[in-house]
């Protein structure tokens, strides 16, 4: 990666679902294996490939296309769902590509009734009951919290850094291998807990441009015991400089922290 | 709050150090058909959560009127789909098979208490391959079965905390409510359909149910929960449950053939779906492709309660759903939702380093629609 491009995930192989799963199990010649694009139709009862002497696999892949269109809709509308209890229970929209839809649901009656709508009130009044089970693990939070309110603050990293107690016991502990024959200070910031084996880092680099950038930083998984290591190399001829880069959540493309190399003479 | 971890080099090498691991870029190819991983996962999972189930359902007092049948379900084995997927996406997310088990074994728990209520509630005879719960024990007892199995099952989800911390211990509690409020919600529209004699329903409206019943339990939660246990922070990635909605409705559309075409291997009551009148979504085909006349007695037939249902009415809803293509046509559901569940999943995890449970889990999606 050339100085000034942007560090950004790779692209999907696709951007669709393969729509004819049963094709792609078929040996290689036999037929194409479509894995294309989708083409959205409507929701509905399939076609009838009978009544307009249409090829039977067009057909099928057609049905296939419309019944993925209806379980998409289903998902989709499942995770606006939640989005939206989200946003009222915490009183205004849920902020942008972070927010979850699946992530929370508001017990029955956190909208305001006077801004909801018929189908809302009566999805509302099916879900009565399911207010029930937020309210007990409320209390479980409630009850933790007070027994051990300052291991909350724990996240990911600290423990290293602090006074052993249960929590730092709990944290996924981060550790730093550093392969250099000079002084060398590695700084990893994060401020917040990620998935490890998601994360990955660009080049680090120095503010003077005719620097070469320090590429072989690098988060791994431990193959035995699944800790998580910054592994950082560093050649004997690497000039010396303060070094930077972005740590980067795989999944997401969101940057998660950074990570610096001050490197002495 | 920066969180930072500082080390210094003295100027030394620190250590032969092997070369980092790199990461493949993300493929998708066809799936392997009848995958060998998938079933010596399960196996190894399953083993690892048999042995957490032991230590949760060790027997007390009254053993033969409680924890004997607690246990029974548990005992009878099962594919250990769930607890194994839990266990998985944690290890492919980075974390170890030792931090995951307790949530598998709950997951387990709570499946097997549910599988004792729905026993129950749909008046089934077997479970597999033996007698029902209630139908050895009585409803009574039964009931109070699955009800503590249910209760036992917070205890591993409770003992989290020692491992994974207050914090991450919580919000697994938090999407574990969240979970049991969707299966019952699930169960609720199943049940409800059934009371009611609804038949105007749509793929839509089973698979929202199945979403709810099936889906949530099955797979959304252990997967969500697997990436909770790795990263200890809130999952904010909805392509993890994209990918377990459509991997947990191919799976129960495949469950629902099964209970038409499956052989004896299968442990349950064959036919009983439609015993049940449960609306699955080769009956909710044949109720949108049949005749008015047949649709007509078809409705009649399921608006009967089930001692009331003869072997002659099964048998002309069985000849019916063969008459309309119902198999093929739910069959063909199944492979689409598999296929677009291979989609997500290259989105949920195409990322990830290449690793057996990464595997594992998107070969998942083969097997669920070549079990038998």
Known sequence: MSD?????????????????????MRPSGSAAASAGPATPSAPGHPHDASANGADPDHVADDTVAGDIATAYHVIDEHLR????????????????????????????????????????????????????????????????????????????????????????????????????????????????????????????????????????????????????????????????????????????????????????? | MASSVRAVAPGSPVAAVPAPATAPAPQITAPQVTSPLVPAMLREYGAMTRAALDRYLAAGEPRRYLYDLAADYPARGGKMMR??????????????????????????????ALLVHDDIEDGSEARRGRPTLHAIHGVALALNAGDALALMSLRPLVDNRDRLGDRTALRILEEAGR??????????????????????????????????KTCWLATIFPLRAGALIASRAPIAHAAFV????????????????????????????????????????MLIRLLGQAPPADRERLTAILRAPREA????????????????G??????????????????????????????????????????????T
């Open chain 2, 179 to 212: 979970m049991a409020v969707e299966c019952a919600e699930g169960q609720a529209l199943e049940l409800g359909w059934r009371d009611a004699n609804v038949t105007a329903l749509g793929p839509a409206n089973y698979l929202e149910m199945v979403l709810k």
């Open chain 2, 242 to 281: 994209r990918f377990g909605f459509l991997l947990g409705a191919t799976f129960q559309i495949q469950d629902d053939l099964l209970n038409l075409v499956a052989d004896e291997r299968y442990g349950k009551e064959r036919d009983g779906d439609l015993w049940e009148g449960k609306r699955t979504l």
């Open chain 1, 4 to 24: 000034g491009q942007r560090y950004r995930r790779a692209d999907p192989d696709r951007d669709g679902p393969i729509r004819n799963w049963s094709k792609m």
């Open chain 2, 326 to 371: 119902c198999i093929g046509y739910a069959r063909r559901y199944a492979h689409g939702l598999a296929g677009a569940a291979l989609h997500e999943f290259g989105r949920a995890f195409g990322p990830l380093p290449d690793s057996r449970d990464k595997r594992f889990i998107r070969e998942l999606v083969t097997w669920v629609v070549e079990r």
């Open chain 2, 83 to 112: 607890p194994s997927l839990c266990i998985a996406a944690a290890r492919a997310l980075g974390a170890s098979a030792a931090d995951a088990v307790g949530t598998a074994a709950a997951i387990e728990m709570l499946h097997n």
């Open chain 1, 81 to 265: 769902a939640g989005q939206r209890a989200a946003e009222d229970r915490d009183g205004g929209p849920a902020p942008g590509p972070a927010s979850d839809g699946a992530a929370a649901k508001a017990p029955a009656g956190a909208a305001p009734i006077a801004t909801a709508g018929l189908e809302d009130l009566i999805a509302q009044g099916v879900r009565f009951y399911s207010s029930i089970v937020p309210l007990w693990t409320d209390f479980i939070a409630a009850v933790a919290a007070a027994g051990a309110a300052g291991d909350f603050a724990g996240a990911l990293g600290r423990a290293t850094s602090q006074a052993p107690g249960r929590s730092d016991r709990c944290a996924a502990a981060i550790a730093i291998e550093v392969t250099s024959r000079r002084p060398a200070e590695v700084t990893l910031d994060l401020p917040a807990p990620a998935i490890a084996a998601a994360l990955t880092i660009a080049p680090l680099r120095a503010l003077a441009p005719d620097q070469p950038p320090l590429a072989e930083v690098a988060l791994v998984v431990g193959a035995t015991d699944g800790r998580t290591i910054l592994r950082v190399r560093i050649s004997d001829t690497h000039p010396p400089g303060l070094y930077t880069g972005l740590v980067v959540d795989r999944l997401s493309g969101e940057p998660r922290g950074t990570v610096s190399v001050r490197l002495g003479q």
């Open chain 2, 309 to 324: 249902r003869g072997p002659g009415d099964v048998a002309w809803m069985r000849a019916q759903i063969d008459r309309h």
